[in-house]
């Protein structure tokens, strides 16, 4: 799914309006009543709502959604709040529609306009909308702050008001803190960033049936994994395959007290269809892994504690493998610093670096430049952020990831709540999958294990990292309902990994 930027949004109103044709009087009824079936679906019509609208459409949308909940005969107090002699036509429109239904409609222009808000009261929140053009101030701000200090449930209708929908927000602007965000058809930018979680709170999209050909069309960099999109990019298993259909996966992991890494590691590659695994560890490792992974084959390293590359059994060089992955669980010794020097440059294919790797690479970055192309690096932000530099903001962020994604030709999975994939093409796709509890140790060792067996069968690197990302994600979501998000751990995620 696209996510498109504020320009586009517009653009794609008047798109539908006209070739639909649809007045856009009726695109505001569509997009008021998707949102209060979504509304009416989750709260019952004993809960008391204040509803703040401001002058714009987003405000249209608001005296729409309210003229549709009287109707539904909901309980409702209307507040327009009138920071500008300007109201948009649409909104003019539908105020005077709702005058026609009640009188009750009371209008903030000081502060001592804004009323107290209860603790078992529902805020809707409609006063800015994706036209934000600078910082919420004067009646807005103090409105905002009103409902930001109340103990209410928040529903923001399109986008928390006061934040933009694609560019950054400066530290000290007042912004919605919704609980939840109902937005039109597709996610904004602005949902999928960190620093914006407060404002956009849990986000639901509705579907108003804008054009599609615009929206196939449209150019933007940005993508947002369906469950849909993700299930298309699976490969079917052939009636006569075997196992040598689907490659042999090397990984390279563990050191002395870290050979948990590379169980993990192991048993999520395992899981993920690999044709036949092999996995180098320290010798210390050896009995762990051949006890705890009886399915993987083990090739012990010469030394005892960490790697170096050099194995004790006579064996195939990394490069005759389908794919390596490397890096949990490793460490930063001297012996593995040269041993990620020396394999690098056999390889031709490309490998999964996580972890440790990446850390060796952030410190010895001419080893940037031999890695090959289509490789895929998996960092959180902190591994990241050695990799290149630190950011102002998500959005500086953001470039930067695409930046070095092109610059190196490798896919780049910054790791987090809706963990982004940047393609050396510049794109980035967002997974829509995942939850806190995945924010616990080993699990990203095992989203390494899953993207070494999707490369090893023969994915392509983009495709293998969307939607291994999905995959992970969605274990992970499996995991957290069968043992909360809080007991659950990284096993967790690998039992719950399914491939249909
Ligand atoms: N496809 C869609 O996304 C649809 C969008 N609709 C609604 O239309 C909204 C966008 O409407 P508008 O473009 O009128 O935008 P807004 O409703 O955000 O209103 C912006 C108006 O307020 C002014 N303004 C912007 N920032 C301000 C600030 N900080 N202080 C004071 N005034 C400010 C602008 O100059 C503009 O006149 C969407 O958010 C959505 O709610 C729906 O009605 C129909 C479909
Ligand atoms: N709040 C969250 N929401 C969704 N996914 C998360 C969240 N926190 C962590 N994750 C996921 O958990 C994994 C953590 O990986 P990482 O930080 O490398 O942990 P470790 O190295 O301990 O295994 C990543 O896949 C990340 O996307
Ligand atoms: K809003």
Known sequence: MKILNVDQIRALDQATIQHEPIAPLNLMERAAQGFVEWFAARYPNTSPIKIFCGLGNNGGDGMAIARLLLERHYTLDI???????????????????????????????????????????IVIDAILGSGLSRPAEGIIRSTIEAINRAPAT????????????DKPNRPDDVIIEPDHT?????????????????YV??????NIQLNKRYIDLAPTPYYYTTPHEARLLLHKRD???HKGTYGHALLLVGSYGKIGAAVLASRACLRSGVGLLTVQVPRCGYSVLQTAVPEAM???????????????????????YSTVGIGPGIGKAPETLAMLRELLPTLKKPIV???????LLAEHRELLDILPHNSILTPHP??????????????????????????????????????AVATPDGEVHFNSTGNPGLSTGGTGDVLTGVLTALLAQGYDSVEAAVLGVFAHGLAGDRAADQRGPIGMVASDVIDALRWD
């Open 239 to 241: 009636r006569f395959s």
């Open 201 to 206: 709170g849990e986000w639901h999209l509705v």
């Open 353 to 359: 670096l996580d972890a440790d790797a990446l850390n």
């Open 154 to 165: 928040v529903i923001s209708v399109d986008i928390a008001s006061g934040l933009f929908a």
């Open 182 to 198: 109902v937005t039109f058809q597709l996610p904004k930018l602005a949902f999928v960033l960190p620093r914006n979680g407060r």
């Open 298 to 320: 083990c090739r012990p390293d010469g030394h005892q504690y960490v790697l170096t590359g050099q194995s004790e059994v006579e064996s195939p060089a990394p490069a005759e």
């Open 382 to 419: 902190k591994e990241f952020e050695r990799l290149t530099q630190p950011w102002a903001d998500d959005y500086e962020k953001l470039n930067s990831l695409q930046a070095f994604a092109k610059r190196y030709r490798v896919v780049v999975i910054l790791k987090g709540a809706f963990t």
């Open 79 to 121: 507040y327009v709040v009138r920071y500008a002699p300007r109201e948009s036509d649409d909104f003019m429109h539908n105020h005077r529609r709702l005058k026609l239904i009640t009188e009750q409609v009371s209008y903030i222009e000081l502060s001592t306009d804004i009323p107290a808000i209860r603790h078992n009261e």
